[in-house]
Structure formats: C-alpha cells, structure tokens
Nanobody, 127 residues
C-alpha cells in the first residue's frame, strides 16, 4: 500500500505561481510512475504531467506545457515530486491530485491506470 499526500494548494491571483508537492509513503522501495491530475467542478479528471518510474521520461499535456514543470526527488528510496505552476489563470482552478502506479516506463494519461491517489489539494485562481 502506498499513501500519497499533496500540499501547497491555495488561493492565488491571475498570473501568480504556485508549487505543489506530493510525498509517497509505504511501499516506497518499488519504483512508481507518478503523475499530477486535476479536476474542476463538473469536469472529468485531467492528466497534467507525469514522470516514469525509471525517471527517464516525463510527459505533459498541452495545457501544462510551458507553464508547469514537474520535478522528482532523486534521493534514494524517496518517492516525492513537485509541480511548479506558473502564469496561473482562473481556468486552472481545480482540485489537484497526485497519483502513482507501479512501473518504470509508461506514463499513462488515463486516470483509471493509476492505483494510488492522494486526497487532493485545492487551487483557486482569482481573476
């Protein structure tokens, strides 16, 4: 079992930056592909960015490219990652989730392929 905890959400203004963090605990000796998703009210959960378990590949959705940067803690036996978000817009308002799945190479964009989820952190961007 893996327990994920997100932090760093909050209320910001248009154009601001924000950094989200996700820490995994539990069976962290296994390599996990980790990803960030978000879900706005009335919308489906959306893939934003991910990093493969072998840390060789990253993937971003079009809405995240150029504004969001995912980074991973490369310390031994630590599964943690961050999402640096810049130039935030009101449409970025959502609950942001950290997700993980066992594996080393694939970075699926479908939420159903991830087994472990955090509780989510709210990001609200005011206009």
């Amino acid at each position: 079992q893996v327990h994920l905890v997100e932090s760093g959400g909050g209320l910001v203004q248009t154009g601001d930056s924000l950094r989200l963090s996700c820490t995994a605990s539990g069976r962290t000796f296994t390599r996990y592909t980790m990803a960030w998703f978000r879900q706005a009210p009335g919308k489906e959960r959306e893939f934003l960015a991910g990093i493969s378990g072998d840390e060789r590949r990253t993937a971003y959705t079009d809405s995240a490219k150029g504004r969001f940067t995912l980074s991973k803690d490369l310390s031994d036996n630590v599964n943690a990652m961050s999402l640096q978000m810049g130039t935030l817009q009101p449409e970025d308002t959502a609950v942001y989730y950290c997700a993980a799945r066992e594996g080393t190479t694939r970075i699926p964009a479908a939420a159903r392929e991830y087994i472990y989820w955090g509780q989510g952190t709210q990001v609200t961007v005011s206009s």
